[in-house]
């Protein structure tokens, strides 16, 4: 039997009665539980070793068994930023004790997030000033950071500090791991414009963690970072098949909803370009995979899927707001317009749309910086 | 780049890259184009001779390759890459194609043994499609003494000009009809037009009483089949096209400096680059999915051919444009080839269609035409995709 055999019948005999539980989208303490239930099979990351609670599965497998989960609407699992960046860099670069935390990310016992943006530095991550300052065995951590994913209900944190302030901004960063309840650390949540609160403020006062927190070399936490991110980058093609899949939800749902109003042909040629660049994206997504499959990496479709993914979103989003007539400014729902919202984070996070552009241009492109 | 093509698709992609980098380089096509020859006489025998490309679609029994559509798809990239003159998709995609949709016929089988020989040229004149709009042609057919005559006119026929047999598509009686009409005909007149694109003719043909021999039967699926592998070959030419204008790009902005550095350094000029980087890649991968459909002959192939298109005639353009806003002033020359491949693009644009008759198309083929409705708040079950969490 092949692995995504053996995942639809898992799925068959446990999602159905989670499903009766936790109902279609559940919020995180849903998802929790989801990823508990998943990881009792070794479902979570089954690209992971067997050791630490993976399968063993290479690139192209797992991306199969992503696709199972897709096709099934399963839910997300509730550590995501432990389980796609984190992990897999503790995997590489940490010691054995580090890698204890492994089996924890995938059952969901520890969540993990990552201390990357300050005030200061937003696209400019390597101008980070958090400090670490070595005192004994322990570092000794002062500043702060913003806009950090799941910070308000994580337990753990990848930081990125400062622990060279003479070397250049790269050759001065290390990366420690961290509990969030050390003391002297602090975090607030952020009301974003949705009203919701999903990244929160962290302050560091003199906090206090032993040397064995450092993951990897001093003072080369830049490259540790840079694992980090190249962890993500498979998973476009995930990315590429989920947007795929929802424009065309969105064109059904659409196509059968037979109570209201034909749509203008203006409204429908813009929901039509929609299901053409979502589509555009899915195939760029096969092209990516093609590539994973002759050399285990994806191509440079991989950062054109990253740019048309968060643009897509936020053109999406426009197009069913408009589709929703009045009932998108008023209405006993409000999950469009919430949608809607939310969407203005996706050319600002992970990079914005203008540095991915500056990136793409330099290291693909190969046009001078 | 070619991970997603088989190693023997590969290699023919890299062998007829080479070949006309070797015999149709720009200033070969120049002159092709201001000596007004169509083609370069030398270059479409080898075409046939060596490379035997001209038969890649005609089945082996003919004399053909018997090869797939992704394999014409390659050769039409590169095509487009190279901005090559002359007949060879009207000849080798939209006349094969409509001689094998045609149907066993023993005429069909003659003209496919000649061209796949470089013996012969065809075209196709179609009754409507070749610009996506209706009424492009008058052309109708009538029997009389066991004999069928063509009489009206086809607005524009691509490389109608220098092909030695027409297939015109006209209605019949009731049905649509395929005939072949000898370039020598009598009553057969072909006016040359003025053409955007240099590299591509064009002429209008007037049919006065012309004798013609039907092939096959009813061709109102056929049409309709070699019409979409029409749109899939464009976007393949498109794509390729697009390439050379990304690498045109991206080394005049590495070269060209102003304010004391290179123009490339500037995020302006970046991000025009980037964004036609983010076009060639796409329409790359959408023509070549285009083209796997249309080789698995499957039903879905006028949708992959709608989506293909769709998505490149209005990319594409747009790239050829920022390719010379990124060249300035010398990219507004005669002399530098950024025009040429706007014209080729910009024809291929409107060619079987353009990006919002696709889009129209694909509104049919999905369901949202007249009858299909929306609810005040139509709340899909999927959510926009930022939806999900994003990481900072």
Sequence with gaps: MTATDELRHYLDAHLPAFRGQWGEQPEFEGKLAWQRILQKGRWVAPQWAEEFGGRGLDVVEALACSEVLAEYGAPGTAGIYGVANVGPTIAQWGTEEQRRHLPAILDGSEIWCQGFSEPGTGSDLAGLRTRAVLDGDEFVIDGQKIWTSDGVRASHMQLLVRTDPDAPKHKGISALLIPLDTPGVERNPIRQITGESEFAEVYFTGARVPVSSLLGPLNQGWGVTMTTLGHERSGVVTYASQVQRQVEAVVDSLRFDRTGRELSPLLRDELVRRWVEGRVVGVLGQRSLASIRATGQPGPEQSIIKLEWSQFGQRLAQTQLALGGLGAVAGPDDALMTDYLRARASTIAGGTTEVMKNILAQRVLGLPS | ?392
């Excluded at chain 2, 293909?308 to 390719?323: I, M, P, Q, V």
Aim: aromatic share 6%.
């Design chain 2, 1 to 392: 780049m070619d991970h997603e093509l088989a190693p023997e698709v590969s290699e023919l992609r890299r062998t007829v890259r080479a070949f006309l980098e070797r015999k149709a380089p720009e200033s070969a096509v120049r002159r092709v184009v201001d000596e007004g020859l169509g083609r370069d006489a030398e270059v479409w025998d080898q075409l046939a001779q060596q490379l035997g490309l001209h038969g890649l679609l005609v089945p082996e029994a003919l004399g053909g390759q018997g090869t797939s559509f992704v394999e014409m798809g390659v050769v039409l990239e590169e095509m487009g890459r190279s901005l090559l003159p002359g007949p060879f998709f009207s000849n080798a995609v939209l006349a094969v194609g409509a001689l094998t949709a045609s149907g066993a016929d023993e005429l069909a089988a003659e003209l496919l043994v000649a061209v796949a020989e470089g013996r012969t040229i065809a075209t196709v004149a179609f009754s409507e499609g070749l610009t996506g709009r209706p009424g492009e042609s008058t052309a109708a057919a009538r029997l009389a003494e066991g004999r069928w005559r063509l009489n009206g006119q086809v607005e524009a026929v691509l490389d109608g000009r220098t092909a030695d047999v027409l297939l015109v598509v006209a209605p019949a009686g009731a049905e649509l009809g395929l005939f072949a009409v000898p370039a020598d005909s009598s009553g057969l007149e072909r006016t040359p037009l003025a053409g955007l694109d240099l590299t591509r003719e064009f002429a209008r043909v007037c049919l006065t009483d012309v004798e013609a021999r039907r092939i096959g039967g009813d061709f109102t699926s056929g049409q309709r089949h070699v019409l979409a592998l029409g749109t899939v070959g464009i976007a393949a030419e498109l794509a390729g096209a697009t390439q050379k204008i990304l690498e045109m790009a991206v080394d005049y902005a590495k070269l060209r400096e102003q304010f004391g550095k290179p123009i490339g350094s500037f995020q302006a000029v970046k991000h025009l680059c980037a964004d036609i980087f983010v076009t060639a890649e796409s329409a790359l991968a959408v023509a070549r999915y285009a083209a796997r459909v249309a080789a698995e002959d499957s039903e879905g192939l006028v949708e992959a051919a709608a989506l293909a298109k769709a998505y490149s005639s209005e990319a594409c353009t747009l790239a050829a444009e920022r390719n010379i806003q990124v060249h300035g002033g010398i990219g507004f020359t005669w002399e530098h080839p950024a025009h040429l491949y706007l014209r080729r693009i910009k024809s291929g644009e409107l060619l079987f269609g353009d990006s919002a008759h696709h889009r129209e198309e694909l509104a049919g083929l999905l369901g949202l035409t007249a009858g299909s409705a929306v609810g005040p708040v139509a709340r899909p079950a999927v959510r926009a995709a930022s939806a999900e969490p994003v990481r900072v």
